[in-house]
């Protein structure tokens, strides 16, 4: 093997001194003794490497592939990380059926295998509140990086003890909230409340227990995400879309976006775009599409008017 170096060092009472330069094509390296030795001169240039690679030898990817045995990275979907090794079919890792003898075991291995993965009452919550972030999750066709961030939030909670005496379901949606904050995912609570039996309320206090206790710091969001799915909901025009955009970032420029929900100004903002160009829709179809209730809109609609001097036809 040739190592492209630019000079040769030789090695001397385990330090390794300069010494005039050879050339490239003559160092080559020693396996047997982890050295890179000079052909020319037969100095050592570097001694006891560690070779980091396998101790196998593959000379096809599909060789590589079934030799090497590096799992799964962890996730926090699991109880375990997805450490424990998962005992799932009836055959044999050459891919032949076993026999009915085998399959008894490997069934009875299988049952004690899943007994091993959930030992404490905390690992057992766990998974079940990873089947219900998993439901939550496709029910709304969230990304599917909310998951994992859910369920380290979850994880985070269970541990602590935040779940113990409410609902699962409730701690579950919580955490998928907070979990769609962090990752500035414009879904606001009520509609992950619906997927829940528990209500908005429950929901939303199980939300402010996560944030206090776990001391999570939650971005804010911009108003201006939430504006394409409502458009796209009353189907208003792009037009509508960029003059609620450009209302909205005049009044984060003048700070009067600051401890206000984000889906409601983004309403409002639409509320005032649609007056504006002529392509009407009553507060109750915004308020309706945006999450947010009515008198949301108007409070947040009157303030931006008055504000921002926004002219305003005559209604």
Same mark, same amino acid.
């Given at each position: 093997?040739?190592?492209?170096?630019?000079?040769?060092?030789?090695?001397?009472?385990?330090?390794?001194?300069?010494?005039?330069?050879?050339?490239?094509?003559?160092?080559?390296?020693?396996?047997?003794?982890?050295?890179?030795?000079?052909?020319?001169?037969?100095?050592?240039?570097?001694?006891?490497?560690?070779?980091?690679?396998?101790?196998?030898?593959?000379?096809?990817?599909?060789?590589?592939?079934?030799?090497?045995?590096?799992?799964?990275?962890?996730?926090?979907?699991?109880?375990?990380?997805?450490?424990?090794?998962?005992?799932?079919?009836?055959?044999?890792?050459?891919?032949r059926k076993l026999e009915a003898r085998l399959r008894i075991e490997a069934s009875r291995l299988r049952r004690l295998q899943a007994k091993l993965r959930t030992t404490t009452s905390v690992e057992k919550n766990i998974e079940q509140a990873a089947r219900e972030i998993n439901r939550i999750v496709e029910a709304m066709k969230l990304p599917r990086s909310v998951?994992?961030?859910?369920?380290?939030?979850? @994880?985070? $909670?269970?541990?602590?003890?935040?779940? &113990?005496? %409410?609902? *699962?379901?409730?701690?579950?949606?919580? +955490?998928?909230? !907070?979990?769609?904050?962090?990752?500035?995912?414009?879904?606001?609570?009520?509609?992950?409340?619906?997927?829940?039996?528990?209500?908005?309320?429950?929901?939303?206090?199980?939300?402010?227990?996560?944030?206090?206790?776990?001391?999570?710091?939650?971005?804010?969001?911009?108003?201006?995400?939430?504006?394409?799915?409502?458009?796209?909901?009353?189907?208003?025009?792009?037009?509508?879309?960029? @003059?609620? $955009?450009?209302?909205?970032?005049?009044? &984060?420029? %003048?700070? *009067?976006?600051?401890?206000?929900?984000? +889906?409601?100004? !983004?309403?409002?903002?639409?509320?005032?775009?649609?007056?504006?160009?002529?392509?009407?829709?009553?507060?109750?179809?915004?308020?309706?599409?945006?999450?947010?209730?009515?008198?949301?809109?108007?409070?947040?609609?009157?303030?931006?008017?008055?504000?921002?001097?926004?002219?305003?036809?005559?209604?």
């Amino acid at each position: 093997m040739v190592l492209a170096l630019s000079g040769c060092q030789g090695v001397a009472a385990g330090k390794v001194t300069e010494r005039e330069s050879c050339p490239p094509e003559y160092i080559v390296f020693d396996e047997e003794r982890g050295e890179y030795i000079c052909t020319l001169t037969g100095e050592v240039v570097e001694e006891t490497i560690i070779d980091t690679g396998p101790e196998w030898r593959a000379y096809t990817p599909e060789e590589k592939t079934r030799r090497s045995r590096v799992g799964s990275p962890l996730t926090h979907t699991l109880p375990d990380y997805g450490i424990l090794t998962t005992i799932s079919s009836y055959r044999d890792a050459s891919g032949r059926k076993l026999e009915a003898r085998l399959r008894i075991e490997a069934s009875r291995l299988r049952r004690l295998q899943a007994k091993l993965r959930t030992t404490t009452s905390v690992e057992k919550n766990i998974e079940q509140a990873a089947r219900e972030i998993n439901r939550i999750v496709e029910a709304m066709k969230l990304p599917r990086s909310v998951i994992d961030n859910a369920m380290m939030i979850y @994880r985070q $909670a269970a541990e602590k003890g935040l779940v &113990r005496g %409410r609902s *699962l379901e409730s701690m579950v949606a919580a +955490a998928v909230y !907070a979990a769609c904050r962090v990752g500035r995912i414009p879904i606001s609570i009520d509609r992950i409340a619906e997927y829940v039996k528990g209500g908005r309320k429950e929901v939303a206090r199980c939300y402010r227990l996560i944030v206090r206790e776990l001391q999570l710091r939650m971005p804010i969001v911009d108003p201006r995400r939430y504006v394409s799915r409502i458009v796209s909901s009353l189907r208003l025009s792009p037009t509508v879309e960029r @003059r609620a $955009a450009e209302i909205l970032a005049e009044a &984060r420029r %003048r700070g *009067l976006t600051a401890g206000k929900d984000p +889906a409601g100004l !983004a309403a409002a903002a639409i509320y005032i775009a649609a007056l504006e160009l002529g392509d009407r829709r009553t507060q109750k179809e915004i308020a309706g599409a945006a999450g947010v209730t009515e008198v949301t809109v108007r409070n947040r609609y009157k303030e931006l008017v008055q504000k921002l001097n926004i002219p305003l036809p005559a209604q």
